[in-house]
């Protein structure tokens, strides 16, 4: 049965107890003598003031129970609340019209209410704000986590939209013991942040929220898809590395399998990487364009100055990035270079590629480009 439905019978009950207690009282009036009447009831109008008593106490409770009309507003029960001070709270909101009556409502009621946080909404009647409090169901937001993000940027926004303390979870997602507990072949959960659309409860904890996230990127990536690493000689933790850089160096989907296999055919010939994405991300910050001094800035993440791949994913990338790396483009080009718009000129040799970094060189007034 319905909230509605539940209000809906408890208002026809009223009317029918006050309509009962009526027709008695007629019933007394026409057929009784006066005299046992007086005995009753001295006077005779304290029957009909009994009457309008009822009556004016339905009528308020009525009118009490109407919506303010205010918008939803996220009240947060904590744990030991009393009925008297989450009215206080909904009063000072504008949700309910009046505290007593809420009250009312919950001495009544067998229920009570859990603590938690709720989208209260003021276009809902008093009962139904009531009824929301006690069933105790979590107040959730709706967040996006796009591809590309780093472990603290994305603690960065769970910490903004869902208030999970981010210095806990970047903690928690570096425990390596943790990380083996989800099925991660890392010491961290860098690179398993699966990107994705989630609703989570407000205030989630840390390991909720990783859980759900690393669950995600299972789901998303299940271990059919791994066997194409075999074949390409790497592990699937170097499949996540690798398409982590991916991630960050392409900006449309038709580049990704091409840069994957240039990145995937330096490795194989014992060329340095050389992806300004990993200088980056050892730096920490992000600049628009690096120059020499940059490209020397002493990191093992920095694949200017070290061969092969870095210690771990720079980002957490998307499904799509990931495919890429495990079914690259056949292609024979060893380097490419940004024209300015988020695509590439791809050459063979570094003939091919210096020709192509003067043509960006003109049309991006000497920046330095890789």
């Given at each position: 049965m319905g909230r509605g439905e539940r209000f809906l019978n408890f208002v026809l009950a009223l009317i029918l107890v006050l309509t009962s207690v009526l027709l008695?009282?007629?019933?007394l009036l026409l057929y009784l003598p006066l005299r046992i009447l007086r005995s009753f009831f001295r006077p005779r109008s304290a029957l009909l003031a009994s009457v309008a008593l009822v009556l004016g106490a339905a009528l308020w409770c009525v009118r009490q129970d109407r919506p303010t009309g205010r918008g939803p507003v996220l009240v947060e029960v904590p744990r030991g609340a009393t009925a008297s001070q989450v009215a206080e709270v909904l009063g000072e909101r504008g949700l309910i019209r009046s505290r007593r009556f809420f009250l009312i409502l919950s001495r009544l009621s067998r229920n009570e209410i859990k603590a938690g946080a709720y989208e209260v909404d003021?276009?809902?009647p008093t009962h139904r704000i009531f009824e929301e409090l006690c069933m105790g169901k979590p107040y959730t937001v709706r967040v996006t986590i796009p591809e590309g993000l780093t472990l603290r940027q994305i603690a960065g926004i769970l910490q903004r939209k869902v208030r999970t303390d981010s210095a806990a979870l970047?903690?928690?997602a570096t425990?390596?013991?943790?990380?083996?507990?989800?099925?991660?072949?890392a010491p961290t959960l860098e690179g398993y942040l699966f990107p994705d659309t989630y609703r989570f409860p407000w205030r989630s904890s840390p390991e909720a929220v990783l859980r759900a996230m690393v669950e995600s990127f299972h789901r998303a990536i299940p271990d059919t898809v791994w066997r194409g690493a075999e074949d390409l000689g790497i592990t699937p933790h170097q499949v996540v590395i690798l398409a982590s850089i991916v991630e960050k160096e392409a900006m449309?989907?038709?580049e990704r399998p091409i840069i994957?296999?240039?990145f995937l055919r330096r490795l194989r010939l014992g060329y340095p990487?050389?992806?300004?994405a990993t200088v980056l991300y050892a730096m920490g910050r992000h600049k628009a364009h690096l120059n020499e001094r940059d490209l020397h800035f002493p990191s093992p993440y920095n694949t200017y100055l070290h061969s092969g791949l870095p210690p771990g994913p720079i980002c957490n990338p998307g499904k799509a990035s990931i495919l890429a790396v495990l079914h690259p483009a056949e292609e024979n080009y060893l380097y490419f270079v940004s024209k300015g718009d988020g695509t590439h000129i791809f050459s063979r040799s570094y003939r091919e590629h210096l020709r192509a970094k003067r043509m960006v060189r003109r049309m991006t007034s000497g920046?330095?480009?890789r």
């Open positions: 008695m009282g007629v019933a003021g276009r809902w970047v903690s928690l425990d390596s013991s943790f990380a083996r507990s989800l099925g991660v072949p449309v989907n038709y994957a296999s240039v990487l050389q992806s300004c920046t330095f480009q």
